[in-house]
């Protein structure tokens, strides 16, 4: 769960860049650097950042340019997670001409990408400072790049929530209409030994009985900043609470200042646009 650090060497970096290259490649391979770039053409170039942000993904991006080159130079001028201003050195790389003007959109859309999540994130976690709340990530992720954005929320300072279905019981309406009640869901999950059962509620009155019948965490979905703190004092520290569902940058702080245990917000992996980063040729 959330006290579980994701690191990405927990990610297939190098099925994951196979699979980047080989789509951008494609049969043809890359006929501009082939055609206009003679074979023993080095390059020397500089990754910089042209906006404020927050890194996340240098070393993956790094391994794309090591693809093609191995024996590519490439430093790293900071770490994942560093708040970094616009014109701030990102990469030094140097290598085969070709082979790093080859792998080069793929190395920026992926830490383009990945910095955006993170920063978007921070800005997040900037909000809520000093109130106690922590900022969770969402199952609301890129179809095949979970394991990448959530470990960008990470280097933005938020905790990763679920990680997939297969790490929680989480009761929705769905569940719970499909099951009869929120008392017969969550009571065949404590049959079943499911040790955390999250259960989403949308009225005071639904706090008691998930709690009577084991839910061991709350999700409080689109409840006003008042209703939160009657949620937060009913629960009275019992199971963590969970304030959720359309949070944006401008009204987070008041959902933290409620006194809720977490805060979840899809829009961090969902909605964050890429930030600019460029890599330009310099002098060898």
């Known amino acids: 769960m959330d006290d579980q650090a994701f690191r990405l060497t927990d990610f297939d970096t190098d099925a994951f860049v196979t699979a980047v ?36 993904g240098l070393a993956l991006a790094a391994a794309f340019f090591h693809r093609l080159d191995p024996a590519a130079r490439i430093e790293l001028a900071v770490e994942d997670g560093t708040s970094c201003h616009a014109g701030s050195v990102l990469m030094r790389v140097e290598g085969q001409a070709r082979a790093l003007l080859t792998a080069e959109r793929s190395a920026l859309n992926t830490l383009q990408h990945l ?37 960008a929320t990470r280097m933005g300072g938020a905790r990763n929530h679920r990680m997939g279905l297969w790490d929680a019981a989480f009761f929705k309406d769905n569940h ?12 065949r999950a404590v049959a079943a030994g499911v040790g955390r059962i999250i259960v989403e509620v949308d009225r005071i009155d639904q706090i008691a009985p998930a709690l009577a019948a084991g839910a061991t965490w709350l999700l409080l979905d689109n409840m006003t900043p008042p209703m939160l ?11 963590p609470t969970e304030g959720s569902g359309g949070v944006r940058l401008d009204t987070i702080r008041a959902i933290a200042e409620t006194g809720v245990t977490y805060i979840s917000v899809g829009r961090i992996t969902q909605s964050a646009p890429a930030v600019d980063i460029g890599l330009d040729f310099a002098s060898i």
């Not at 400072?129 to 990448?148: E, H, I, Q, S, V």
């Open 21 to 56: 290259l080989a789509e951008d490649l494609g049969p043809g391979g890359d006929v501009t650097s082939a055609s206009v770039i003679p074979d023993d053409a080095r390059f020397s170039g500089v990754m910089a950042a042209r906006e404020p942000m927050v890194t996340a």
């Open 115 to 151: 910095s955006g999540i993170a920063t978007l994130t921070r800005a997040y976690v900037d909000a809520i400072a000093g109130t106690g709340a922590a900022l969770l990530d969402t199952r609301k992720t890129t179809p095949g790049l979970r394991l990448l954005e959530k470990y």
């Open 176 to 187: 719970v209409a499909v099951a009869g009640s929120v008392e017969r869901a969550v009571s």
């Open 229 to 239: 703190r009657e949620a937060v004092a009913l629960v009275d520290g019992r199971v």
